[in-house]
């Protein structure tokens, strides 16, 4: 009884062994079908991948460890038991063989199918008695070379599963390389699409910047009244002109009038037009508008200080405010000559200035009556205006300069022709205030002194040359012994009229001379420092360090 309880006990274990190995296959077999799933799964990331992979062989190595340690097991019980054999052939009965029989294990008939159906065949062995009583065949030995076959076809399924499982991971690397580049693909056009776009975006802003300072419409000429009201701010007075049409944009003017550092605008009416850039409305804009509306000038006439006649007759076919096509006024300088010679426009012109013309030059001694009284300034012109009406408004300027000073010109015992005529003088010898106060100074006294007044200005005059650019030595070689009116080194007094046309700083520098007792002075032409001096030798000394020294 005692035996057959052992040779259960160890049928029961070699059962449970097998029963392991059977486990551990299902294990296998199991974590195999799950990473099969997973890798079929596009989403499983590869670290999952290659743990499930190391999971599996961890598995198999596992298995093939216990079916070897089984197999040790096996040989170590079938040893004893063949020497059994071979001693005492003759005690095994009959019994004890069918005894033999009957207490070698069965694999059940469900785990046999369990290993067949997957893929891990275990050769059906014979498990012998551990009875000391009982021998074991000698015919057990030979499931040796069975049990080893099996094993070698385990080894065989597990490397197909294995080129199974690596065809699988390939195809999956495969299609995650695939998707990649693919990304990677549509990485790069989206980033090459938005580097475009801000590209182009910086591209079209720039162009949109640079039409927007330019002129809005350099064709149109036509004039846009804008009113500009009081405490205007840099943004409101760009969005007025917007809104007028006279700017493209209210925030680039805006922008550009701080990038230009252009403040200081001023309120009031404008006259601005398409044809205006930035840069002109913004200059515009800071001289000052008008207190009331204003008819728009079509263009403008420049006349500058000290220009003579013909100087202000070549200025007046020039428009100073328009550019290329034009710059050229409707009206020719040949017209102005004659317009301001002709005695009928002289005599209606006096009778409506009456103080300012009633002392004019006479017309056989003045190269012209109405040289030194077209006052310097800037006119505008109308499309309706006339050469005669830009003429007349530049006397009536004049008449307008004057109309304070008419009463202390009578009482100084000189009349407007005197004046101007010495104020055309001032007008070319100075270049400060305070200079010019003391030339007039310098020719009053020598004309108290019945001096001539030896100025160079009114013998260019003379040679027609007053406005052109001499030199030093030119001018120090000038002919003072030429026959005309205007010759003031051989003639005393004053020269028939004035020689240019003087502007109100030389103006009341000659109603408002200095007290001096000064005689002479020269001028550094280098510096434009004047020198004065009393007494000739004086002034001979500086006529030799300023002047003569200097000629090369």
Do not use: C, W
Request: zero cysteines; proline letters at 5%.
């Amino acid at each position: 009884m005692a035996n057959f309880n052992d040779d259960e006990q160890t049928s029961q274990s070699q059962l449970s062994f097998k029963e392991q190995i059977l486990a551990e296959l299902e294990k296998a077999n199991r974590i195999r079908k799950e990473k099969e799933k997973a890798l079929r799964q596009e989403g499983l990331k590869e670290e999952e991948l290659r743990e499930k992979e190391r999971e599996a062989q961890v598995a198999t190595q596992e298995t093939v460890r216990l079916y070897q340690q089984y197999q040790s097991q096996l040989k170590e019980q079938q040893v004893p038991e063949a020497a059994k054999t071979a001693q005492a052939p003759s005690q095994l009965t009959a019994e004890q063989k069918e005894a033999s029989k009957t207490t070698r294990p069965a694999i059940p008939a469900q785990a046999t199918a369990k290993v067949s159906s997957k893929t891990r065949p275990f050769p059906s062995q014979q498990y012998g008695a551990e009875s000391p009583h009982l021998q074991q065949p000698k015919k057990q030995a030979t499931s040796t070379p069975g049990a080893s076959m099996q094993a070698q076809q385990l080894a065989d399924s597990e490397r197909q599963h294995m080129k199974q499982e690596d065809s699988v991971r390939r195809k999956t690397v495969s299609k995650r390389q695939r998707r990649d580049r693919m990304a990677k693909k549509i990485s790069l056009t989206i980033i090459t699409s938005l580097v475009v776009v801000i590209l182009l975006t910086a591209l079209f802003g720039t162009l949109f910047v640079r039409s927007a300072i330019k002129p809005l419409d350099k064709q149109d000429d036509k004039y846009v009244q804008v009113q500009i009201p009081v405490g205007s701010s840099t943004k409101m007075i760009g969005q007025i002109l917007e809104k007028q049409g006279v700017i493209k944009n209210s925030t680039v003017f805006s922008f550009y009038s701080k990038f230009k550092n252009y403040s200081n605008f001023q309120s009031g009416y404008y006259n601005l037009q398409k044809s205006m850039s930035l840069e002109e409305i913004a200059k515009a804009l800071q001289k000052g508008g008008t207190a009331e509306p204003t008819k728009p000038a079509l263009g403008k006439i420049l006349i500058p200080e000290g220009y003579t006649i013909k100087q202000i007759a070549s200025a007046m076919e020039k428009n100073t405010i328009a550019k290329g096509d034009k710059t050229k006024t409707p009206f020719k300088a040949d017209d102005f000559l004659a317009l301001i010679q002709d005695p009928a426009f002289i005599q209606e012109m006096t009778k409506k200035h009456p103080r300012l013309l009633a002392n004019l030059p006479k017309k056989d001694l003045a190269v012209y009556q109405l040289e030194g009284y077209l006052f310097p300034a800037t006119y505008n012109y109308y499309k309706e205006s006339s050469l005669k009406d830009v003429v007349e408004e530049m006397l009536a300027t004049t008449d307008a300069t004057l109309a304070p000073y008419y009463d202390r010109i009578s009482a100084s015992g000189k009349n407007v022709n005197d004046i101007l005529t010495l104020a055309s003088l001032v007008e070319k010898e100075g270049s400060t205030d305070d200079d010019r106060r003391k030339i007039a100074s310098v020719f009053n006294n020598r004309l108290a002194n019945g001096m001539a007044l030896q100025s160079n200005i009114a013998i260019l005059y003379a040679m027609n040359k007053l406005g052109q650019k001499t030199t030093l030595a030119e001018d120090a070689r000038i002919d003072t012994s030429i026959k005309s009116p205007y010759n003031i080194y051989t003639n005393t007094g004053l020269m028939p009229g004035p020689v240019d046309s003087p502007g109100v700083s030389a103006i009341e520098a000659t109603i408002n001379p200095a007290k001096t007792n000064y005689l002479y002075f020269v001028a550094n032409v280098k510096t434009g420092d004047v020198y004065f001096a009393e007494t000739y030798e004086e002034h001979s000394a500086n006529v030799q360090k300023y002047v003569n020294n200097q000629i090369q």
